[in-house]
Every structure is written in structure tokens, then in C-alpha cells.
């Protein structure tokens, strides 16, 4: 299997995995209880939270564990709503967010908050002029991805914090996709809110983390116990926290290295396709883009029947988010590119990682090959 669905979810490092599994044996205790085995507990807990802060250019007491990055987006979201009143003004999101930051905002609409779903231009990035009218209306919270989960299009955040500014409105950013995929510094950035996952770099499934500036107002979501300062209440899944940790200090210690290595496999394999599938097109191209990503529109075809054909070759690929993987509606991203929906819906998402060699990109560009002529055969 040559695995290139790495913006879906990751494997879990060996190093990772060996922190947990001494995790499980030796710290069983409860991080909120004050006898020994509890504080054992306590001290994994908070040291992951300085790994999670380190990576992210934060100070550890900004760092909230949750589930992951569609809990850290709910909370970011729906806790600065209820955190501000209406008078504070609406929400500004844009029309190619994760349907875990637009799905909140929906409701919220249907709540009666005013939202505004601002435009992106043909290669996926944020219309400038579109956001300096949406500061016009007021807005108390702005919530846009630093990169896109589907074509890696790296969005304007400096804009986006510069237009908050003149305001007074928070920042929220999901950076799921960006974290350990490019240096990511939530201080530099000016963001008060940031969203990212342990499973999408090479940490365990159903850890995630919200970075929460001080004095940023956010209500809880759930209510019912102290932990991580009564912003997410319940027992901390200590396990999964600490393989979180140490992906986090993997990432940042592997990141410049990993970055190199991917744009080059990136670009081979994006040049190969291009060189010898006629009529297809990379999505976002000519924009900055995370270097793993690679979102490939192939005309005529069903980018689903690919996929499913890549996978009876050996390979795992993706039609779109993986969150959206049983809804058959063409990407809403590369609708709001522009696109047409026989367009969209024939485009394949590409995304490797630290386990992909030049090898694995080669014999990648062979099944994509006889994937698309195995569809165009049948077609003829």
C-alpha cells in the first residue's frame, strides 16, 4: 500500500506510541487526585502541555487539551459567542473552512448571530476586499484556517488579524492542517484563539488543542469540573495527552527536514501527472501551499471512482476531507474556487508524509496512471 492521505489522519510514530504504552502501565492515576499516583498522572499531563506549547509558540497555561480539532473549533467558535454579547457584533468566517468551524457558525446563524461566509478568489485564497467590507458591519469574531485541508492554500492571517484589530474582534484560526506541516507561531501570528490535532501529526486519534491567549473571552462548552480551568471539564485522557505531547516534540524537532523532503516529493509527483495525464490541473498552484499537499482536478472523471480504483491498486488517496467522506456532494471548497461541479467532483486530494520516499511517489504516479486509463478504458 503506498499511503497518501496524510491531511486525513497520520500513523502513529513508534516513539509515540511507546510514551503511551508507558503511559497506560505505569500512570494509570486520575490527574486530579491529590495522592501519588494522581500526581504522576498530573506531571505526564502538564508536560505534554509544554510540548503542545512549544510547538506552537505559546506559554503552556494558554494550552487547552480536547479531543481534537473539531472540539478545539466548537470551543474557539461557540465560546466567543457565548462569551460576547451580540451587540459585540457577528462572525466572519470564510466559504472553504472545515465543516468543524463552519458547522458551528451555521448554528449560530440559525441562533440569530449574524455571520458573514467571506469569498475566495480561483486559486483558494481569501478575498482581501471582501474582508476589509465585512469589518464594516462589526464583527466580534473572526475565524479563518491558516491552510486548507483540501488544496493546502495558505490563507492571509495577517490580513485577517490586521483587519481584526481595527475592531477590537478576537482571532480564531484552525491550524489542524498547518500544524507540523509548516513553523507555525501563534504569538507571531497575533491570533487569540488556534485550533490543532495530535492524529494528524503522527499522535493518537481523540486528542486535540486550543490555544487560548490571555484574557481572551470564551465561555465552556460543557460544564461539570475544573480541568483545564473550567474551559473543558472531564477526566483528562492521559494516555492519549501524552502521545500527543511527544508528537508534538517530534514535530517540531523533524519539521524543517520533513518540510524539504515533501516539497520535493510534491512537485515530482505533480509534474509527472501533469507531463502524462492530459487535461488535469492542480488546484491552488500558484498560491503558497502546505508542503504535503497536493489537490489534482482530472477533467472528465469521477475523482471517487479514482480513489476507489487507486485503492484496488495499492493506494490510499482521498476525493475530499475525510470528515466529509460518506457525503457524495462535490467539494464546497473547490465550489467556492469557482468551479464547476463536474470539475470539482473530479478532483483527487494527494497528501504525503514523513513515511513517503522517492520510490512510493514514483510507483504513485504509475497507479494513478493506470487508474485513470482503467476509468477511460471503461468509458470508451
Known amino acids: 500500500m503506498i499511503y497518501a492521505d496524510y491531511n486525513?489522519?497520520?500513523?502513529?510514530?513508534?516513539?509515540?506510541?511507546?510514551?503511551?504504552?508507558c503511559a497506560l502501565e505505569a500512570s494509570f492515576g486520575n490527574a486530579s487526585s491529590l495522592h501519588s499516583a494522581g500526581q504522576e498522572a498530573r506531571r505526564l499531563v502538564e508536560r505534554a502541555r509544554a510540548q503542545a506549547a512549544a510547538l506552537v509558540g505559546a506559554q503552556p497555561d494558554e494550552i487547552l487539551f480536547t479531543s481534537g480539532g473539531t472540539e478545539a473549533d466548537n470551543l474557539a467558535v461557540l465560546g466567543v459567542a457565548q462569551a460576547t454579547s451580540l451587540a459585540k457584533g457577528g462572525i466572519v468566517t470564510s466559504s472553504i473552512e472545515h465543516q468543524a468551524v463552519l458547522?458551528?457558525?451555521?448554528?449560530?446563524?440559525?441562533?440569530?448571530?449574524?455571520?458573514?461566509?467571506?469569498?475566495?478568489?480561483?486559486?483558494?485564497h481569501l478575498e482581501i476586499a471582501a474582508l476589509a467590507d465585512a469589518v464594516k458591519s462589526g464583527v466580534a469574531l473572526f475565524s479563518i484556517m491558516l491552510a486548507n485541508n483540501e488544496t493546502g492554500v495558505i490563507?492571509?492571517?495577517?490580513e485577517v488579524v490586521k483587519a481584526a484589530a481595527s475592531c477590537g474582534a478576537v482571532v480564531h484560526t484552525d491550524a489542524v492542517q498547518a500544524v507540523g506541516k509548516m513553523s507555525v507561531d501563534a504569538k507571531a501570528l497575533g491570533v487569540s484563539l488556534l485550533s490543532f490535532s495530535s492524529h494528524k501529526i503522527h499522535g493518537p486519534k481523540g486528542a486535540g488543542a486550543l490555544y487560548v491567549r490571555r484574557n481572551c473571552p470564551l465561555a465552556p462548552l460543557l460544564h461539570g469540573g475544573r480541568q483545564e480551568r473550567s474551559l473543558r471539564p472531564g477526566t483528562e485522557n492521559v494516555p492519549a495527552i501524552v502521545g500527543f505531547g511527544k508528537a508534538c516534540e517530534l514535530a517540531g524537532a523533524r519539521l524543517a527536514a520533513d518540510s524539504r523532503r515533501l516539497t520535493l516529493l510534491r512537485d515530482r509527483f505533480e509534474a509527472q501527472i501533469l507531463a502524462r495525464i492530459a487535461?488535469?490541473?492542480?488546484?491552488?498552484?500558484?498560491?503558497?501551499?502546505?508542503?504535503?499537499?497536493?489537490?489534482?482536478?482530472?477533467?472528465?472523471?469521477d475523482g471517487e471512482a479514482i480513489t476507489i480504483n487507486l485503492d484496488m491498486l495499492g493506494m490510499a488517496a482521498s476525493n475530499g476531507a475525510a470528515c466529509s467522506a460518506v457525503d457524495h456532494s462535490p467539494s464546497h471548497v473547490l465550489l467556492a474556487m469557482g468551479q464547476g461541479e463536474s470539475v470539482a467532483r473530479s478532483a483527487v486530494r494527494f497528501s504525503f508524509g514523513r513515511d513517503n520516499t522517492d520510490e512510493d511517489i514514483d510507483r504513485a504516479v504509475e497507479r494513478v496512471v493506470q487508474a485513470v486509463n482503467l476509468l477511460r478504458k471503461a468509458r470508451s
Open 8 to 21: 486525513a489522519t497520520t500513523p502513529v510514530d513508534p516513539e509515540v506510541r511507546a510514551a503511551m504504552v
Open 103 to 124: 458547522a458551528p457558525c451555521k448554528h449560530l446563524q440559525e441562533g440569530g448571530r449574524p455571520v458573514t461566509f467571506l469569498p475566495v478568489d480561483a486559486d483558494g
Open 155 to 158: 490563507q492571509p492571517l495577517a
Open 279 to 301: 487535461g488535469t490541473r492542480v488546484n491552488g498552484r500558484r498560491e503558497t501551499r502546505l508542503p504535503n499537499t497536493s489537490n489534482i482536478a482530472f477533467g472528465d472523471l
